[in-house]
């Protein structure tokens, strides 16, 4: 096996910092020298490889994800375990700086599927998607793939994910992937150019590499602040071309497969003797005596915060859940009924349990005097009736 046939370790450790995460490693050699390394955490992010077709965008994409699972290879050693999931077949052969062995290193394949569905076992690691624009087409942005892909990269912080991917035009993404782009870098390849001509260089050796920081993650401006590009590379991609298969094809039917979403639906409906619960097993609960509506609802607000296990909740965020179901007051009247009720609340949140102690509790004073008629009592009642 020749040197050619694998990548080094300096490879790994002396990429660029957005593809690095953290770390402070002693490294023992297999000729008997340690090195230290020091890898700096950087957080999850979203980058976007843009350029025409043949500008080298799947080269450098590989070159990322080869970098990055040399640095979870070494990692795994001390007990740190990454990730690196990709929609396309990358590997490569590596002889260990550890015990001197030869290892083939590769991405896991990506399932889209998990990838919609938030997968609990897709966390803590590294995404890369070749043509994301198959499946985030602004064009289809309505698709429920979209909204569920959407809600994934909004949280890819709280699940260790950082998202790679390769697109010939920035402008085909759903306008929210754009909004959550960290670092879009613009390739262009070397041999078109006077300088590539000049030089005779043969296409896919050189690309120009432009970054531009829209979300001001690295540098701490955003672009469209400055509209400045913060730094430009050379890649040199020929020591990668073997590491994957240029010439491989997804099959383009997959992209365009339609997605349903079934969500659970829950019908409430208000009478005189109180509201009735209709969920969609067929099954209805009655969950209060009440005889005014308006009890009613806020009787479910509560009863639903104490079936989520919840100790208090913001009184902003009970209005809203009475308004959603159908009641139109004031807060002052809502508190009235909450008084009535039996809840208390402090400066911020209604409490719910029991066990919450009595210096967390407003002053909570039976009013058992006759109620004056409410507008808006009167007219949910009128309603009901």
């Not at 080094?8 to 690095?20: F, G, Q, R, V, W």
């Not at 699940?159 to 782009?181: D, I, K, M, V």
């Not at 497969?257 to 005189?272: A, N, V």
Request: proline residues 3%; contains cysteine; charged residues 25%.
């Amino acid at each position: 096996m020749t040197t050619a046939d694998s990548l080094s370790l300096a490879e790994s450790i002396e990429s660029e910092k957005y593809t690095e995460f953290s770390t402070s490693l002693v490294l023992p050699h297999s000729d008997g020298i340690t090195r230290a390394l020091k890898v700096r955490k950087a957080p999850s992010l979203f980058n976007v490889i843009t350029g025409p077709r043949g500008s080298m965008k799947t080269l450098l994409l590989t070159l990322l994800a080869c970098r990055n699972l040399l640095k979870c290879f070494y990692l795994q050693y001390y007990g740190k375990y990454k990730h690196v999931w990709s929609n396309y077949p990358i590997g490569f052969r590596h002889q260990s700086v550890i015990d001197g062995k030869w290892y083939y290193l590769h991405s896991e394949p990506l399932n889209m599927e998990s990838f919609y569905t938030f997968d609990a076992g897709l966390a803590a690691g590294s995404v890369y998607i070749d043509e994301i624009d198959q499946w985030y087409d602004r064009q289809d942005w309505a698709a429920i793939t979209q909204k569920l892909t959407n809600a994934v990269i909004t949280q890819i912080r709280k699940r260790e994910l950082s998202l790679s991917a390769t697109t010939q035009n920035f402008q085909w993404l759903n306008a929210r992937a754009q909004f959550q782009t960290d670092t879009l870098i613009n390739c262009r390849e070397a041999a078109f150019t006077p300088w590539g001509r000049k030089m005779g260089l043969q296409m896919g050796k050189v690309s120009f590499l432009t970054l531009k920081d829209l979300s001001g993650v690295n540098t701490g401006y955003q672009y469209a602040e400055n509209f400045r590009t913060y730094s430009t590379k050379l890649l040199n991609g020929e020591r990668y071309w073997d590491k994957y298969d240029t010439n491989f094809q997804f099959d383009p039917t997959e992209t365009k497969k339609k997605f349903s979403l079934k969500r659970d639906s829950t019908i409430i409906t208000l009478g005189e003797g109180g509201y009735k619960i209709q969920r969609d097993d067929g099954s209805e609960q009655m969950s209060s005596k009440q005889s005014d509506p308006a009890f009613a609802i806020f009787s479910h607000v509560m009863d639903e915060c104490k079936e989520q296990g919840l100790d208090r909740v913001p009184i902003s965020e009970v209005w809203s859940k009475a308004h959603e179901i159908g009641w139109d007051g004031e807060p002052w009247a809502g508190g009235a009924i909450l008084r009535k009720l039996g809840f208390a609340h402090n400066t911020r949140n209604y409490l719910i349990k029991d066990n919450i102690e009595q210096g967390e509790r407003s002053v909570c004073v039976e009013d058992n005097s006759t109620p004056q008629p409410q507008k808006h009592i009167r007219k949910v009642k009128a309603e009901a009736e």
